[in-house]
T-cell receptor
Framework: DAGVIQSPRHEVTEMGQEVTLRCKPI?????LFWYRQTMMRGLELLIYFNNNVPIDDSGMPEDRFSAKMPNASFSTLKIQPSEPRDSAVYFC????????????FGPGTRLTVL | GENVEQHPSTLSVQEGDSAVIKCTYSDSASNYFPWYKQELGKRPQLIID?????GEKKDQRIAVTLNKTAKHFSLHITETQPEDSAVYFCAASSLFSGGYNKLIFGAGTRLAVHP
């Protein structure tokens, strides 16, 4: 298995632009998570899905952030409009079944908003 | 909700020494405690985990202990090697109303092992 796949690996954009991050979870995994990692705030859970349905989006910082999972093999995290404080590494992770199972992380997308 | 505190934030040891990282959690309902290792520029990866029905678990040079009464758990690395240098994150699961134990991560410990 190729593991969790994320694209792009690096994104540099200007303030005000729309940014879309993409994730393909491991086949057969029914949970998908979006995390944001910064030096100041550490590793934060933004939102997670179960069987393509958003379960908890309480970590989404504001309305500029949105996430979708149209099918079991694809999810997007969109930021519109982007701001410099959104600069971070965004990780997607997936797991199988109920809690207590390993979350497998993707390689991350390093986002820089100028 | 759950809150996880991790100490120390940085740890420097000599190769061959032991390293101990400690975490405390607030939610007594938490029952799953994984540890992730993140090398520089890489993704977090699970190295060991423990469930609340055991007090200790070992895997070669790595061990984790859990004290449910005190609500703390620790990672122990023996005979450290330079390749152990990384950021280590503890986490705890807090039962969500939907039935899934989402992970709450500690702030991380940057471990440096000097040859």
């Amino acid at each position: 298995d190729a593991g969790v796949i994320q694209s792009p690996r690096h994104e540099v954009t200007e303030m005000g632009q729309e940014v879309t991050l993409r994730c393909k979870p491991i086949s057969g995994h029914d949970y998908l998570f979006w995390y944001r990692q910064t030096m100041m705030r550490g590793l934060e859970l933004l939102i997670y899905f179960n069987n393509n349905v958003p379960i908890d989006d309480s970590g989404m910082p504001e309305d500029r952030f949105s996430a979708k999972m149209p099918n079991a093999s694809f999810s997007t995290l969109k930021i519109q409009p982007s701001e410099p404080r959104d600069s971070a590494v965004y990780f997607c992770a997936s797991s199988r079944g109920q809690g207590g199972n390993e979350q497998f992380f993707g390689p991350g997308t390093r986002l820089t908003v100028l | 909700g759950e809150n996880v505190e991790q100490h120390p934030s940085t740890l420097s040891v000599q190769e061959g020494d032991s390293a101990v990282i400690k975490c405390t959690y607030s939610d007594s309902a938490s029952n799953y405690f994984p540890w992730y290792k993140q090398e520089l520029g890489k993704r977090p990866q699970l190295i060991i985990d423990i469930r609340s029905n055991v007090g200790e678990k070992k895997d070669q040079r790595i061990a984790v202990t859990l004290n449910k009464t005190a609500k703390h758990f620790s990672l122990h690395i023996t005979e450290t090697q330079p390749e152990d240098s990384a950021v280590y994150f503890c986490a705890a699961s807090s039962l969500f109303s939907g039935g899934y134990n989402k992970l709450i991560f500690g702030a991380g410990t940057r471990l440096a092992v000097h040859p």
